[in-house]
């Protein structure tokens, strides 16, 4: 079993700062991918960004220069700090990863159980 756990939510005013975190847990051979997707009320999922094992990103253009995702893989945690937030930023953010498992000849893809981050005025 392979779980993901996020934290990090929460209330932030319009310019305002918030750290997520997502550690990974249980029968892991190994990690290849993780990422943090976002879906806002009436909106489809969509990527955030995302960081390879050997820690090549991406970004969405919406979040390009004020978002960085990092990772620590000796903790399998990566973190999402996001800077000068928007109200459009609101979401519920959920953490992505593709993992190989313990005993498994192939990696599939793990969701987290979302966090909300609310940017309000």
């Known amino acids: 079993q392979v779980q993901l756990v996020e934290s990090g939510g929460g209330l932030v005013q319009p310019g305002g700062s918030l750290r997520l975190s997502c550690a990974a847990s249980g029968s892991i051979f190994s990690i290849y991918h993780m990422g943090w997707y976002r879906q806002a009320p009436g909106k489809e999922r969509e990527l955030v960004a995302g960081i390879t094992s050997g820690g090549s990103t991406n970004y969405a253009d919406s979040v390009k220069g004020r978002f960085t995702i990092s990772s620590d893989n000796a903790k399998n945690t990566v973190y999402l700090q996001m800077n000068s937030l928007k109200p459009e930023d609101k979401a519920v953010y959920y953490c992505?990863?593709?993992?190989?498992?313990?005993?498994?000849?192939?990696?599939?893809?793990?969701w987290g159980q979302g966090t909300q981050v609310t940017v309000y005025s």
């Open positions: 992505n990863a593709d993992i190989r498992s313990s005993g498994s000849m192939h990696s599939r893809g793990y």
